[in-house]
């Protein structure tokens, strides 16, 4: 079989790729080795925080208004909704990263306020804070729904032309002078490029990237008082609060169809493992005494044992940022989503689209050059 594009790996990225290489024109074909919109990698899990003014790199900004423009686009021809803009908070003390990094982008053009220690306090009375404590308000930011937005845009792909091959593993990529060929077990597909967006196996596909894989279960809450609507998405919007002891708190409440969401960054995850062989257990001492005692001390209004949980993983690389662009003449990569990557997805299927045909970026990518180690 011959095409021009193959896109390896339908998750975030790459279902984002195969759209908008599709709404192009390309001859693209798509391969995933799960079912389209799984549970087995990095982009599941019901939602997914949603920022405008990212703390992790001013220049991401951009990235974050494109993947807005582009799934309010989409929403408007399917009906769905793959973001909802509650608003969210960037909690910690005046040189926190989330505080910090929330001021640089409003630098550069988001839309934020900030709140004092007793603006906080008044206006979310669910937090524990510890003195000092201040924030910044992004009310462009909110949350998206992950397994429906990767469904839809590998659907929105194939409506405009695309081929997708699900439940197919690429056992290996063969990239020559003149083409590149994607092997699987029942088809060989020859192409012009190919963009691998395999999650936590891209480093399994492409030796050398500084990308390494991160086990990070994800939890759900409910309020001590059944009856609370303290809780509630539109009373407790996303937020990330980095602590006094440096360790990080991220989430957002519930609402119909999930329940309160709290994750804990800086604890003892694994890392370094075999993506193949993740540990889909989920372990009440190691995995959740940590989490637990963190969200009794910061949120008194939950109740601190998790109702759910599921594993998933991550991709982080030294720097904490994504690598996407070129990596030579027939590859083109887009991974290591260092655990914020959902958000930017449509934006970073765009500018991979825009790569593969040789456009003008419609933002600097330079910082997220995948060359830059």
Not at 123 to 133: K, V
Request: hydrophobic share 40%; net charge negative.
């Amino acid at each position: 079989m011959r095409t021009d594009v193959v896109v390896v790996g339908l998750g975030a990225f790459g279902s984002a790729a195969l759209w908008r290489l599709a709404a192009r024109g390309v001859r693209v074909v798509g391969i995933e080795r799960q079912a389209i919109g799984h549970a087995f990698g990095s982009s599941h899990g019901t939602t997914r925080l949603f920022r405008v003014a990212c703390m992790e790199h001013p220049g991401l900004t951009e990235l974050a208004r494109k993947s807005l423009a582009l799934w309010t686009e989409l929403g408007e021809r399917t009906g769905e909704t793959y973001v909802r803009q509650t608003g969210s908070l960037n909690v910690g003390s005046p040189t926190s990263a989330p505080v910090t990094g929330a001021r640089k982008a409003a630098a550069i053009g988001a839309s934020t306020s900030d709140l004092s220690h007793q603006e906080l306090r008044t206006r979310f009375p669910q937090y524990n804070l510890e003195p000092g404590d201040v924030a910044v308000w992004d009310p462009g930011a909110g949350i998206c729904y992950a397994e429906p937005t990767v469904r839809a845009q590998v659907a929105e792909a194939r409506r405009l032309g695309a081929t997708v091959y699900p439940h197919t593993m690429v056992t290996e990529i063969d990239v020559r002078a003149d083409e590149v060929i994607v092997r699987t077990p029942t088809v060989d597909i020859a192409a012009e490029q190919v963009v691998v967006c395999a999650g936590a196996w891209i480093g399994k596909l492409v030796p050398g990237l500084p990308a390494t894989p991160r086990r990070t279960p994800l939890f759900w809450f409910q309020p001590a008082d059944p009856e609370s609507e303290a809780f509630r998405l539109a009373n407790f919007p996303s937020f990330i609060w980095e602590l006094a002891d440096g360790r990080g708190l991220w989430g957002h409440g519930s609402d119909d169809g999930f329940g309160v969401k709290v994750g804990l960054d800086g604890g003892s995850h694994r890392t370094g493992f075999d993506p193949d062989e993740l540990d889909r257990y989920i372990h009440p001492v190691a995995d959740i005494a940590e989490l637990a005692a963190a969200v009794g001390r910061a949120f008194p209004g939950l109740d601190p044992a998790p109702v759910k949980a599921i594993p998933c993983m991550v991709t982080d690389t030294p720097d904490g940022q994504f690598l996407v662009g070129r990596y030579d003449e027939r590859l083109v990569i887009a991974g290591g989503d260092n655990g914020h990557g959902f958000k930017h997805c449509a934006g970073i299927g765009e500018l991979l689209a825009q790569v593969t045909t040789k456009e003008t970026p419609f933002a600097d990518a330079s910082f997220v050059d995948p060359h830059r180690f």
